[in-house]
């Protein structure tokens, strides 16, 4: 019985994103953010978006890590045209628990014209059951 | 010169045609291609998490191990049966003497061996993270049996279940009308309470393959954000092994 409560515990902390855990991240407290696009860079293990946003008056810059591009692509309809450098965005991301670094991983980006590019943490493992499910 | 063009003609013809060849020889199915992921062979039992299989020792060894050691920060790729798991696609390329398995995730190229074509046995040092595979095409199912493989700290699952140097792969591929199916038996007694089986399926896709290009200052950027000091008291560590989760220590 232990085993199986420490099988989903070990399941429950590691990473949907496979590449690393989500445990660096506040995934019960998502936070929305909104900027202009500066860099979409399409690579892996995570594409990586960097937002600008003004607080207090200040640009500042946001690292946001998302799935690796071909699950982008492959698995979530993505092109390399859906979000671009330049444009007005909402981001909705978990953030890093120490909020002086501007670091977060993609829920779903929201584009100006209300188009909606989400980042489905469930891409990875498809077909596999886990315990307790 | 034109007496010497004619044979070397048709002997390049003859190579360029061999996986053609090979796909229409009797019990010979034709697997090349680049495959897109599906899921699960439709109408089988569910596919079980390694997890649900693993030793304690497994189990142990994944509570202590401390992320930060993750070979994935220095863009280090995962093995089979974890590959077999993960929602990439992949190309294989059909040979005379060998089939080669082109992966989308992390950039893995595997070669598989085929029997009797005089590629040697591996050797009692060689171990290598992929490990090694000899193929063979039987009732028209290509089967590949990997071992000789390093031991692996996520070896059967990201959530740090490992692999021994005892890990034994065995998979099997056809064809059922324009799908690739696979069957894949993992054992490893070091590991696991008994061997697994993964099943899933494939479509044919026209899209290349995309590059993983891993980027190995972002692949290690999350590292240098945990914190790490908890895992450096070997106390603690013990503390965290099954036997006292949830339970009283000694």
């Known amino acids: 019985m232990r085993g199986a409560i420490c099988a989903v515990a070990l399941l429950l902390a590691s990473s949907a994103a496979a590449h690393h855990s989500l445990s660096l991240f506040e995934t019960g407290a998502p936070v929305t953010l909104q900027g202009v696009v500066k860099r979409v860079d399409w690579r892996s293990p995570h594409t990586l978006i960097f937002v600008e946003t003004q607080e207090g008056g200040v640009a500042t810059e946001w690292r946001v890590e998302t799935v690796p591009n071909s699950w982008l692509i492959n698995r979530a309809g993505w092109t390399i045209d859906s979000v671009k450098p330049g444009e007005q965005v909402t981001v909705e991301l978990y953030a890093y628990s120490d909020k002086t670094i501007k670091y977060g991983f993609l829920r779903r980006v929201i584009k100006a014209d209300g188009k909606v590019w989400a980042s489905p943490l469930d891409i990875g493992r498809r077909g596999q059951r886990e315990p307790g499910q | ?250």
């Not at chain 2, 061999?18 to 495959?35: C, E, H, R």
């Not at chain 2, 997890?51 to 020792?57: E, F, G, K, N, P």
């Not at chain 2, 401390?66 to 093995?79: A, G, R, T």
């Not at chain 2, 092994?241 to 339970?247: A, F, H, R």
């Open chain 2, 1 to 250: 010169m034109r007496r010497v063009a004619g044979p070397v003609v048709l002997i390049l013809a003859c190579i360029l045609a061999a996986p053609m060849l090979l796909a229409q020889a009797p019990g010979v199915p034709n697997l090349a291609g680049i495959w897109n992921r599906k899921g699960p062979i439709p109408g089988r039992p569910p596919n079980v998490s390694p997890v649900t299989l693993a030793r304690a020792r497994a189990i142990g060894f994944a509570a202590a191990f401390d992320e930060v050691l993750l070979p994935s920060y220095d863009c280090s790729p995962v093995s089979v049966p974890v590959i077999l798991n993960d929602n990439y696609n992949f190309q294989i390329t059909q040979m005379a003497d060998r089939l080669i398995f082109r992966y989308e995730k992390e950039d893995v190229v595997r070669t598989i061996w085929l029997e009797g074509h005089g590629h040697p046995d591996p050797g009692v040092y060689d171990y290598t993270l992929h490990g090694h595979s000899k193929g063979r095409f039987e009732n028209n199912q290509l089967v590949i049996e990997t071992s000789k493989f390093v031991f692996d700290p996520r070896g059967f699952h990201d959530s740090y279940i490992p692999s021994s140097t005892q890990k034994k792969v065995t998979e099997r591929y056809w064809r059922e009308g324009t799908l690739l199916r696979m069957e894949s038996v993992s054992e490893d007694p070091m590991i696991l309470k008994e061997p697994f089986r993964y099943h899933f399926e494939w479509e044919l896709t026209k899209n290349a393959l995309i590059a993983f290009d891993c980027n190995p200052e972002d692949s290690g950027f999350a590292r240098k954000l945990f914190e790490t000091k908890k895992y450096q008291d070997p106390d603690l560590i013990h503390m965290r092994l099954p036997q006292y989760v949830g339970g009283v220590a000694p």
